[in-house]
């Protein structure tokens, strides 16, 4: 199975994340990282299971490396039901009002196009005592037995 981390970032914390994850998932997999405004919507097919990892910026906002790809989503509104991901939000819970917002946005504009989520949205925030990792490569591994036991079914 390929996998493909796709992150939207101001800092570079959502890139370190796909890096830690892809670090721990990544024995037999066939993986890349790249950032969303690298890729348009066109690019997602369906050999490849999509990561999205992103952080929240401003006022709820996804991040600019991020906006292009959803602008695309919104604008294009293309097919996407070939399309399966998860996706994986940084937040801080300061901003309770927008925390995770970015995330929340993303997804919902995925699914709207039609893409087939696997798992629950992950979530990190900030303000907590966890690590990213510490919450996303348990997410991840969940994700990867949620989507090998639809494969058997």
């Not at 990544?26 to 990282?33: D, E, F, K, L, P």
């Not at 790809?69 to 996706?87: C, G």
């Not at 992950?122 to 490569?137: F, K, N, Q, R, W």
Request: net charge negative.
């Amino acid at each position: 199975m390929d996998i493909c981390f796709l992150y939207g970032t101001e800092t570079g914390s959502s890139e370190m994340l796909c890096e830690d994850i892809e670090a721990e998932i990544g024995a037999g997999i066939t993986s890349q990282i790249q950032s969303l405004a690298d890729v348009t919507p066109d690019d997602l097919n369906s050999e490849t299971f999509y990561f999205f990892v992103t952080s929240t910026y401003g006022s709820g906002d996804l991040p600019v490396t991020a906006q292009p790809f959803a602008e695309a989503l919104e604008q294009k509104k293309p097919d996407l039901s070939h399309v399966q991901f998860a996706i994986f939000g940084l937040g801080d819970m300061v901003f309770e009002d927008t925390f995770a917002h970015g995330s929340m946005l993303l997804m919902d504009k995925l699914l709207a196009c039609g893409a087939r989520m696997v798992g629950e949205r992950g979530i990190h925030d900030a303000s907590g005592h966890d690590m990213p990792e510490d919450l996303a490569v348990p997410w991840a591994h969940e994700v990867l037995s949620k989507l090998n036991a639809a494969a058997a079914a």
